[in-house]
């Protein structure tokens, strides 16, 4: 019992729920945006939903993982194409090269849309799911979101205890968190297409993670994984520009209105 519950191990644990932490800051963004094409009335349970669910299906990949840890970065299959393509392909390469695929057309996607409709009340309404399909969706990209950072767990420790310890707490703040992201997402509609963008960069983070392990050469270039460096810098100057952007249309606003103002007055007197 005390082997259990060593320094070490609670250590880890704290470590590990500070790691999903950070790491969840996307997934939890995903679910948001996600569970907004859905009825309104519906979004809090497709997002409590969709994260339980996700937390069973953490835990189930968890002992996936433990058990088959030397097989997922042994080589499936290889591809070359002197001078234009070679890679050698293990699960752990497909699983983010789809996964950062995948992320990279739902965000462009969603831009796309939102640069096309007329009327940006619109943006919602003609763009309903169904409960069960948001909620599957939510499952899925919330295993592609954790992959990384449960191989990460299981680099640094083997007691299953304090892994599943840290899914559990990790989901139960998320699901604390998700209401209070998804009310600042509608009355902050700008911050929804930086949310994309974010969700975009997290798709060429995986892509260029998944080439990496892969080997890939492209053009006889190696590809090289994003750093989380330079991701997380990349996020925090985008955010900053918003801000920044933000406060000054605002700014701009109010002069212009108190321009208005004066203007009428003037032309009344």
Do not use: C
């Not at 519950?5 to 997934?27: H, K, P, R």
């Amino acid at each position: 019992m005390e082997a259990v519950f060593s320094i070490e191990n609670i250590f880890t644990l704290l470590m590990l729920i500070l790691l999903q932490a950070v790491l969840g800051f996307d997934n939890l963004l995903y679910i948001s945006i996600e569970a907004s094409r859905t009825p309104e009335h519906r979004q809090k349970f497709v997002r409590r939903t969709g994260i339980l669910l996700a937390i069973v299906f953490r835990l189930v990949l968890m002992f996936i993982l433990l058990s088959l840890i030397n097989a997922l970065t042994h080589p499936l299959f290889a591809m070359k194409l002197p001078g234009f393509f070679e890679a050698s392909f293990t699960f752990h390469a497909i699983v983010s090269l789809f996964g950062g695929g995948f992320i990279m057309y739902t965000a462009t996607k969603e831009i796309m849309h939102l640069l096309a409709v007329e009327h940006i009340e619109s943006v919602d309404g003609d763009r309903k799911k169904s409960v069960p399909v948001v909620i599957a969706t939510i499952v899925f990209m919330n295993l592609i979101f954790s992959f990384d950072s449960l191989l990460s767990a299981i680099a640094l420790t083997h007691v299953i205890w304090v892994i599943a310890t840290a899914i559990i707490i990790s989901g139960v703040m998320m699901i604390m968190l998700a209401d209070q992201v998804s009310d600042f997402l509608k009355k902050n509609r700008m911050f929804e297409v930086i949310g994309l963008f974010i969700l975009f960069i997290v798709g060429v983070l995986l892509l260029t993670e998944g080439g990496h392990l892969a080997h890939m050469k492209l053009f006889d270039f190696e590809v090289t994984a994003m750093s989380k460096t330079s991701f997380y810098f990349v996020i925090f100057v985008m955010v900053v520009v918003s801000a920044v952007q933000t406060r000054y249309r605002n700014k701009l606003e109010r002069q212009r209105a108190r321009e208005h103002s004066a203007a009428h007055h003037a032309s009344s007197a």
